[in-house]
């Protein structure tokens, strides 16, 4: 197996070019705000038609899981839709959900045999998961997948839009 690399960069997920972008969606699929909503206006329609056809099938996405679209006129090849947890105080299971979209995310793109993955910090906007909390959350699920699985990922990039997140990602991705 070979070795992933997981870095933490400042910068815009929509500009990433890497097999799979992650948007941060809510359970309609049907887009949003922040994230959702770049990925939208920058990746064009053919993503809201995909996402309007999974809808049809399965109605919608839960809460911690994810599906996977094509990235339209996004530099990526991939869109993965996770949905994050709304934090509500952290006794609502905020923290599994949380981890499960990591995981979910990371579970399509290993079967789709991706080899590089960019993640926003999901659920750290509009839906109020406390920074610090969230990208802890983020680099364990993450490292505990790779423990678990054989992957082709050879990068995991935690895209983040803020220095506080950048700051937080980098301190947790350089401890031994
Ligand atoms: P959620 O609803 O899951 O909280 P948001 O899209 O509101 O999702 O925010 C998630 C995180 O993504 C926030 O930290 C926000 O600052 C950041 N963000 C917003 N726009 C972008 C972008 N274009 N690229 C990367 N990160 C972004």
């Not at 926003?120 to 909390?133: A, D, E, H, L, R």
Request: charged share 20%.
């Amino acid at each position: 197996m070979s070795k992933t690399e997981l870095r933490a960069i400042k910068g815009d997920i929509t500009k990433q070019e890497v097999d799979a972008v992650v948007n941060a969606a809510n359970t309609s699929l049907l887009g949003g705000g922040g994230v959702d909503g770049a990925i939208h206006r920058t990746g064009g329609p053919a993503i809201l038609e995909e996402c309007k056809q999974i809808r049809a099938k399965q109605g919608g996405c839960p809460t911690g899981e994810a599906v996977i679209t094509t990235a339209g006129n996004l530099p990526a090849k991939y869109v993965i839709h996770a949905v994050g947890p709304v934090w509500h105080g952290g006794k609502q299971n905020e923290q599994e959900l949380l981890a499960s979209c990591y995981r979910n995310s990371l579970r399509i793109a290993s079967e789709k045999q991706l080899r590089s993955i960019a993640f926003p910090n999901i659920s750290t906007g509009v839906y109020g998961y406390p920074k610090g909390k969230a990208a802890e959350v983020a680099v364990s699920a993450t490292k505990d997948f790779l423990q678990h699985h054989d992957t082709n990922l050879q990068s995991i990039t935690f895209v983040c839009f803020d220095e506080e997140n950048y700051e937080l990602y980098n301190q947790l991705l350089n401890k031994v």
